[in-house]
């Protein structure tokens, strides 16, 4: 696997499989990372890139779900959508990927939440595509500024989220 870090975020591209690893450490028990990844209010505070507004069409984190979101920016949108396959609270997420610029290019992503003790939280997200040229395309297409960006967002929210006597999960 070739492997380049950004900060704490581990993304490893795999050469015998059009697939990304992505690994990267919250300082957060599982369940408010899930928590962030479920609640609409919650994801629209962190995915994407600062200089783009995230607005929710659908958030609908359950198995058999679905979601689409637009990230707007300099008078552009970017939009995205996709299914939940399979959610199980603090624990995994698997659902489908697609940007609308590129509607052949459906990648299926698997998030696995590992709780490391200690109020922290091992995120291994996996995405499959379905051609190495693909894999490629959308490591170059900027999604490891991107995606830095967005876990830093991500530290913040959970951060600012207070601390929680009981998990919640919508």
Same mark, same amino acid.
């Given at each position: 696997?070739?492997?380049?870090?950004?900060?704490?975020?581990?993304?490893?591209?795999?050469?015998?499989?059009?697939?990304?690893?992505?690994?990267?450490?919250?300082?957060?028990?599982?369940?408010?990372?899930?928590?962030?990844?479920?609640?609409?209010?919650?994801?629209?505070?962190?995915?994407?890139?600062?200089?783009?507004?995230?607005?929710?069409?659908?958030?609908?984190?359950?198995?058999?779900?679905?979601?689409?979101?637009?990230?707007?920016?300099?008078?552009?949108?970017?939009?995205?959508?996709?299914?939940?396959?399979?959610?199980?609270?603090?624990?995994?997420?698997?659902?489908?990927?697609?940007?609308?610029?590129?509607?052949?290019?459906?990648?299926?992503?698997?998030? @696995?939440?590992? !709780?490391?003790?200690?109020?922290?939280?091992?995120?291994?997200?996996?995405?499959? @595509?379905?051609?190495?040229?693909?894999? !490629?395309?959308?490591?170059?297409?900027?999604?490891?500024?991107?995606?830095?960006?967005?876990?830093?967002?991500?530290?913040?929210?959970?951060?600012?989220?207070?601390?929680?006597?009981?998990?919640?999960?919508?």
């Amino acid at each position: 696997m070739t492997t380049r870090h950004t900060r704490q975020t581990e993304i490893a591209a795999d050469p015998t499989v059009p697939l990304i690893r992505i690994t990267r450490e919250f300082d957060a028990p599982p369940h408010k990372v899930f928590r962030a990844h479920t609640d609409p209010e919650l994801v629209a505070r962190w995915l994407g890139p600062r200089r783009h507004e995230m607005l929710i069409d659908r958030w609908d984190c359950r198995t058999g779900g679905s979601y689409r979101y637009l990230h707007v920016s300099d008078g552009n949108e970017y939009g995205f959508h996709g299914c939940f396959h399979e959610v199980r609270p603090s624990e995994l997420i698997v659902q489908t990927f697609t940007y609308e610029g590129f509607p052949d290019g459906v990648a299926l992503e698997r998030l @696995v939440l590992e !709780d490391l003790g200690d109020g922290r939280t091992r995120l291994v997200a996996t995405s499959l @595509v379905d051609s190495f040229e693909g894999r !490629d395309a959308f490591l170059a297409s900027g999604m490891e500024s991107g995606l830095r960006e967005s876990y830093e967002r991500l530290d913040e929210a959970l951060a600012a989220m207070g601390r929680e006597e009981t998990p919640r999960w919508t």
